[in-house]
């Protein structure tokens, strides 16, 4: 395990001139230098840098891995509340492509990877109506309009115009980029206000006019045009999907995930893992950390947001209650809200021990709620009061003053990006944004441009992150081994 605090060099930097096997020295060979190890500078010790880091150091290259902060995980972190230890960012990982299953397998952890509870979330409408959340859909796109649990949100006119998206020809739509645009098309604005808008934003914190459907829902506009409407195309990728629940866990929390991955990574000698390291200006050629200090390399890759700017930012506020009336999980596993709801502040609750039975277990008689807001009061007091009122109102229990035994905040930076739709230019070599990064005036004519991975790239979510992370350090590894005096070391 790393240190939690202070900078820790870990593993023997090799030297920037360690030659790779032997060479036998022919006249020709004299001359020219022997081959050596290439070396990547990772900024962002979050899961992206973790991953890329990785994925670097097992294809033969040397890495410094740069974090700002005093701890490596990123939004993938814990925190203590009330003695039980809980996911403080994301609790859960997509099923979707075996991305993330793949990973935690390679590092050991395969048995402890969990299903949520089969009961399903919740809706909180806008008039303020709480209703289970439909079951057959994609990104809260129905796959059976008329069904009663779309009707009962959607409403009977919103759910005949849905179901007009069976008359429409199947390309209608289906050139969409756009999630928001492809849904109003073919379904209307009822399934988008009242469904995708909570849905989608629960996931991606953003509206469905800034999603890319290639990045969300990869597929479903060729489904479209194949099935000839979006409620068949639902269907096809929900058939296609593997069997269980859409996501998973981690047994202990997700944040195991990290833990490993940093042990995996600390174990290697090429890496160098430098905590309390915040970049300040990246060129193809190397970083500037806050102290002045200049580090090279053959490569930079960004997995962190740099520069000015700023997204939304994430609230999250844990409650720990005891309830006895919670504990048979009155609105499953969590009540997402509709935008516009009155009345409740937060944006989505999840009653972490009614979707987690492995804390269930070690919570015992107490329950775990958390509740996310996008705006949220400074004052810790205030907070903890909004997010038991709120719960009242979501849940639909009393929760008195006194039930709350325990309340914790955690505030997240949201990527700054409107969309993942950026993805698309930010493949293996794109520049990063112009204005984003202190660059010198000829970085954008570097033949080794700095790479960007993270989800500002690769869109929200473990999966998409990792996915990005593996298939661009793949890339980058090609790159490197095809360059003149650089050679990677062969696996160990
Ligand atoms: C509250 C919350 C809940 C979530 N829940 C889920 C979920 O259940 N399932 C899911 O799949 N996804 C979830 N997500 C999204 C998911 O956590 C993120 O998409 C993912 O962790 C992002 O990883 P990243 O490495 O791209 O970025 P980050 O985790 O943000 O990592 C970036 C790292 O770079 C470092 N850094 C920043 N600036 C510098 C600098 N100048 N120099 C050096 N280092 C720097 C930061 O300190 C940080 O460690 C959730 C997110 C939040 C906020």
């Not at 073919?186 to 953003?206: E, K």
């Not at 709801?341 to 008689?365: F, I, P, R, Y």
């Not at 909004?386 to 929760?399: C, I, M, S, T």
């Not at 230019?425 to 004519?445: C, R, Y």
Request: with cysteine; hydrophobic share 45%; proline share 6%.
């Amino acid at each position: 395990m790393l240190p939690a605090d202070g900078v820790a060099a870990v593993g023997a930097a090799l030297s920037d001139q360690a030659a790779v096997g032997a060479v036998a020295m022919t006249p020709e060979h004299r001359s020219a230098p022997e081959p050596r190890i290439p070396h990547v500078i990772v900024v962002g010790g979050g899961l992206a840098g973790l991953v890329t880091a990785r994925e670097l150091l097992n294809g033969g290259a040397r890495v410094t891995l740069l974090e700002a902060s005093s701890r490596l995980g990123g939004k993938v972190a814990s925190h203590t509340v009330d003695g039980i230890r809980l996911d403080a960012g994301a609790e859960s990982f997509a099923t979707r492509g075996g991305t993330v299953a793949a990973l935690i397998t390679e590092l050991g952890l395969s048995d402890d990877i969990v299903p949520p509870a089969a009961a399903g979330a919740w809706l909180l409408s806008r008039t303020g109506k709480a209703l289970p959340l439909p079951k057959a859909g994609l990104l809260g796109i129905p796959s059976v309009p008329l069904a009663r649990d779309v009707i009962a949100i959607v409403g009977l006119v919103g759910a005949v115009r849905a179901q007009l998206d069976g008359l429409l020809l199947g390309f209608v739509g289906a050139r969409e980029r756009n999630l928001g645009s492809l849904v109003r098309k073919r379904m209307g604005r009822a399934v988008l206000d009242r469904l995708v808008t909570p849905v989608a934003g629960a996931i991606h914190s953003v509206h469905p006019d800034q999603l890319d459907v290639d990045v969300v829902a990869p597929r479903l506009r060729d489904a479209v045009l194949s099935r000839g409407s979006l409620a068949a195309a639902v269907l096809t990728l929900r058939e296609a999907a593997p069997a269980g629940a859409a996501v998973q866990g981690i047994s202990g929390g997700v944040f195991r995930l990290v833990d490993a991955l940093a042990d995996s990574i600390s174990v290697n000698a090429a890496a160098d893992i430098l905590l309390r390291s915040t970049v300040t200006a990246v060129d193809p050629t190397g970083v500037t950390l806050g102290d002045g200090q200049r580090i090279d390399g053959d490569h930079v890759v960004v997995a962190a947001e740099l520069g000015p700017g700023s997204g939304v930012n994430i609230t999250l506020a844990t409650l720990v209650v005891r309830c006895a009336e919670l504990a048979s999980a009155p609105r499953g596993t969590g009540v997402l809200v509709a935008p516009g709801a009155v009345g409740v502040q937060a944006k989505a609750l999840t009653h972490a021990t009614a979707k987690w039975a492995w804390l269930a277990d070690a919570a015992e008689d107490r329950q775990v709620l958390r509740l996310s807001y996008e705006t949220a009061p400074d004052s810790d007091d205030v907070l903890r009061e909004q997010a038991r009122a709120d719960a009242e109102v979501l849940l639909g229990v009393k929760l008195p003053a006194e039930s709350v035994v325990a309340f914790a905040r955690q505030t997240w930076a949201g990527p700054r990006r409107a969309a993942p739709s950026v993805v698309a230019a930010g493949g293996f070599g794109a520049q990063t944004e112009s204005g984003e990064l202190s660059t010198p005036a000829d970085a954008s004519d570097a033949s080794h441009p700095v790479l960007e991975v993270g989800e500002r790239v690769s869109g929200t979510g473990l999966a998409a992150v990792i996915r990005h992370s593996r298939a661009e350090s793949e890339n980058l590894l090609t790159d490197l081994a095809s360059r003149p005096g650089l050679r990677l070391a062969p696996p160990s």
